[in-house]
């Protein structure tokens, strides 16, 4: 993904962005270094994410923009919850509580909200997106699920 958006940047012409891997727990960064920061489909993956939201927070210039694309509820989002679902039944296990686990720990109404306030961020704004993806066959549903699919040059 970083290649992608360093790509990106370079192609449109900007010269103000650096792409860098880092443990979001652990920014070991000046503080009111960014404008904004993006987290797309990773804050709720964190061991930590109240530490990283604190992190990102303090490297963030005053008035800098936080967006962060997480998961909703398990109902409210199947191509993840069903298989989920199905590993648990066939294998009977006990499923761990959604606000506490993986991709749903973040999408219960007011979890979010108040993870962003408790890191110090203010204006918060949190919106449901429906998405839908549609595929022209089962197998390319299943080769998007399996990971990221090869850019096109």
């Known amino acids: 993904m970083l290649d992608v958006a360093a790509e990106l940047a370079r192609q449109a012409g900007l010269t103000n962005v650096d792409t860098r891997v880092v443990d979001a727990q652990r920014l070991d960064l000046s503080p009111d270094l960014f404008d ?10 964190l061991p930590d994410y109240h530490q990283a939201l604190t992190s990102i927070r303090h490297v963030l210039k005053p008035g800098g923009r936080f967006a962060a694309i997480v998961f909703s509820e398990p109902g409210r989002c199947p191509f993840l919850s069903l298989p989920h679902t199905i590993v648990y039944r066939i294998g009977r296990l006990t499923s761990p509580a959604p606000e506490r686990f993986g991709e749903f720990r973040l999408g219960a109404p007011g979890v979010l909200e108040d993870a962003y306030g408790t890191a110090g961020f203010r204006e918060i704004s949190v919106r ?14 299943m080769q ?6 090869p850019c096109a040059s």
């Open 36 to 45: 904004a920061a993006v987290s797309r489909n990773c804050l709720m993956l």
């Open 128 to 141: 449901a997106v429906p998405t839908r993806h549609r595929f022209p066959s089962l197998g390319q549903a």
């Open 144 to 149: 998007y699920a399996r990971g990221p699919l």
